[in-house]
Every structure is written in C-alpha cells, then in structure tokens.
C-alpha cells in the first residue's frame, strides 16, 4: 500500500470542498471494499477524506418516505425496527450480503459504491478494461464462472456484488446525492452503470459530488409478501451465484402488482421490469411464474463456465415467486 494523506471532516459541504481541492483523493467511511482495493494496488489515492463524522446516519420516515443516511451502517439498517417492517426486503438482503463483522463497518453509501470482486480486476497482472481501460477483458475467454449474463458487453463482463443494491432497485429507491451548489436525486436503477466501453466508470456519481441519503416510498402492500433468496456456494458469506428480490401485491390469488430484481447476473442490479408487467394482474401460478422467468431471461447470454446460470436464473425466479406468493 502506498502513503497516503489523511484528513478527517465534519460537515458534507467541508468533505466537497476537501475533494474538490485534490484530484488524488478519495472519501473513505467504513472502508471494507477501499482499503483491500488499495492494499492491492488496484485504488492509489494520495489523500483519504475521512467521512465518518458526517450527519448523515439518519433513519427516518417522512411523507410516505423512508430516508436511509448514507453512513448508516449496513447492521443498524438490517436491525431497524421501521425497516424490518416497512422494507422487509431491504432488511433480508443486507442480512444476506456479508458477515456481521463487515455488515457493523460497511455504510449504506459505501455498499452502494463497491467494486467487482472478478478475480481478473483483482489481479493486477491480468488483463482488464475496468482497472486499465484498453487492456482486455480476461474473463470473456478465461474463468467466468462468477460472471454476467446480461448487459455485458466486449469489454467486461464482471458482475455487481451488492445485495443491498438488488433490493433498493426493486423497491424504486431513488439516491439522493450533493454537490458543492445543490442536491440532485436520480433513480436507483439508473445510478449504476452497464459497462458498453466505458467499464471502468461504475456508475453516474461525478467528481466532486458526495452520496448523502438514499428515500424508498412505503409500499404496505408490497412489504406483506417480500422475499430475497441468494444462492451461493457456501451459507457463510459468500457473493452470489445468482440472487432475486420479489415483492407482490397480492388481492387474494391475484397479483396486483410486482417488483423484481436480480443480483449476481449484471454489471449493475438487474430490474426484471418486463417480468413485472407480464405478472401484473395474472393469477399467482406455477406456469405463470414459469412464463415471467421466461420473459426476464430475454437477452441472456452464458461465457462458458457461466452458462449454468441460464438454467439457475430462471429457476430462482420461479422458486421465489412461488414462495412469496405462498404457493409453495
């Protein structure tokens, strides 16, 4: 790991100012995915902006909004009474994301703002556009067993690793983000990127801009019949093969509305918006669910050693509808 400055910040407009004033910093809170990306070499900030004083803890609700601070600790989001609750999704996806070790460090901001795990953009003496823009993507014909199966493009094919994530583009969360003049908010779905032949740029955060909050409206009908099921290859902390957010509406057998998303298969959390609409007003069923799993693996495309995530999807799709909806 290289030296590096520190400083530590007391207000959001100083933590602008701070990063603005050095183009070789960086804001660190929590630190889990930072400093190991640093003690590989792969981040080299001169200067790290100690956020971790900032007001921005915050878990509240408000006209039918539930603002999440962006250093709220990924734990203490997990464990709130109002987010168990009103957002159960949110809550079994952040339980399922990491160790409780890492969960009582990671911020919600920081979770939003983590790199791939791929093995390649890891290793500094393999290819990858995402670390070194114009070096190659070592994955496409290397081991991809990890790797996406939609939006990918010639240049990566790395996948998300958030949970978290897979869940607030389910629940139409919206990221609330401040500059040095305004706040501006954009939809969470479109705040993360799809590689095209920009990979190494992750989302649309700009320079000079921090993550101050992330608001989720309440939905009591959906929150009634939410699940999040991942799959892995361990039970202890493991990044997922392949993950589903599901939330209905359920009147009786009929679905009224849903929110689905996945993890584990894009370079971004995956919206299955065509697989909502299709089950809009159908009947809770096995070939139904069977249809709209149909329907959400339009566009997929396997690399090899990826190719068992086709069947994989597909079936986790089915399997968390049916258990959400009580039809299993």
């Known amino acids: 790991m290289i030296n590096f400055d520190y400083v530590k910040i007391s207000s959001p407009k100083s933590a602008i100012d701070a990063l603005n004033k050095d183009a070789a910093s960086m804001f660190i809170a929590g630190g889990t995915n930072l400093v190991d990306l640093m003690k590989r070499g792969i981040e080299t900030p001169q200067k790290l902006i100690d956020i971790t004083n900032l007001p921005l803890k915050q878990i509240e609700e408000a006209d039918g909004i539930i603002r999440i601070g962006a250093l709220a600790l990924n734990s203490t989001v997990a464990e709130d009474e109002t987010i168990m609750k009103k957002l ?66 010639e240049n990566c094919i790395a996948v ?17 983000i401040s500059n040095r003049s305004s706040d501006r908010r954009i939809h969470f779905g479109d705040f993360h990127r799809l590689p095209g032949t920009t990979p190494d740029k992750d989302n649309n955060l700009l320079r000079g801009e921090l993550i101050t909050s992330v608001e989720i409206p309440v939905n009591d009908a959906l929150a009634k019949n939410s699940l999040y099921i991942k799959v892995r290859d361990r039970a202890s902390y493991a990044f997922a093969l392949v993950s589903v ?20 298969v894009a370079h971004k959390p995956w919206r299955l918006t065509s697989a909502e609409n299709f089950l809009k007003g159908k009947t809770a069923s096995e070939e139904n669910f069977k249809m709209a799993a149909f329907v959400a693996m339009k566009g997929a495309k396997g690399y090899g050693q990826n190719n068992f995530k086709l069947k994989m999807a597909p079936n986790t799709i089915v399997e968390t509808l049916k258990t959400v909806s009580g039809l299993s």
Do not use: E, W
Request: hydrophobic residues 40%; aromatic residues 4%; positive net charge.
């Open 88 to 153: 159960p999704l949110l809550s079994m996806a952040l339980k399922a994301g990491a160790s409780p070790q890492l969960r009582n460090m990671a911020t919600t901001g920081g979770n939003m703002m983590q790199r791939t795990r791929c093995t390649y953009f890891y290793d500094t003496t393999m290819p990858c556009n995402k670390r070194q823009p114009g070096t190659g993507c070592g994955a496409l014909k290397g081991y991809n067993r990890m790797h996406a199966i939609f939006g990918t493009s």
């Open 160 to 176: 998300h690793p958030s949970d978290m994530c897979v869940a607030l583009v389910a629940l139409d969360a919206k990221v609330v």
């Open 245 to 264: 957010a599901a939330a209905l509406d359920m009147d009786g057998n009929t679905i009224k509305d849903a929110r689905l998303a996945m993890g584990g």
